[in-house]
Nanobody
Framework: QVDLLESGSGAVQAGGSLRLSCAASGRTYNIMGWFRQAPGKEREGVGC????????YYADSVKGRFTISQDNTKRTLYLQMNSLKPEDTAMYYC????????????????????WGQGTQVTVSS
C-alpha cells in the first residue's frame, strides 16, 4: 500500500503564505511533484523534484513565489507558497513515481502513478 497524505490546507488573503506538506509511506520515490486543479479547469503541474537532470522545476506561473523541497528521508515533500494570488486558489495534489521521467517533463501528470487526495488552498483578494 502506497499512501501520499497532504496537509496544510488553508484560506489566506492575497500576498499571504502557506506551506503544504505531503507525507509518503512505502518506499522512497524517484520523483515527487505538486499539481493543482482549480474549479472548471484541468489539473496542472506546479513543480517537481528528484529528477536526475536537476531541478526542482516549476511552472512559469509560480516561479519566484513557490518553493519545493524534501526532508532528508525524501519521504516528505513540501510546497512553500509565498505572495499568493487569487488565481492560486485550487485543490493541490501531491504525486509520486518510482520511475524515471524524461528531462523537463516532470510537471506532466501522465508520468505519475501515485496521488494524494488533495488539500484545498483558497486565496481571497
Amino acid at each position: 500500500q502506497v499512501d501520499l497524505l497532504e496537509s496544510g490546507s488553508g484560506a489566506v488573503q492575497a500576498g499571504g503564505s502557506l506551506r503544504l506538506s505531503c507525507a509518503a509511506s512505502g518506499r522512497t520515490y524517484n520523483i515527487m511533484g505538486w499539481f493543482r486543479q482549480a474549479p472548471g479547469k484541468e489539473r496542472e503541474g506546479v513543480g517537481c523534484i528528484g529528477t536526475p537532470n536537476g531541478g526542482p522545476y516549476y511552472a512559469d506561473s509560480v516561479k519566484g513565489r513557490f518553493t519545493i523541497s524534501q526532508d532528508n528521508t525524501k519521504r516528505t515533500l513540501y510546497l512553500q507558497m509565498n505572495s499568493l494570488k487569487p488565481e492560486d486558489t485550487a485543490m493541490y495534489y501531491c504525486a509520486a513515481t518510482f520511475f524515471p521521467v524524461p528531462a523537463g517533463r516532470c510537471n506532466e501528470e501522465r508520468y505519475y502513478a501515485y496521488w494524494g487526495q488533495g488539500t484545498q488552498v483558497t486565496v481571497s483578494s
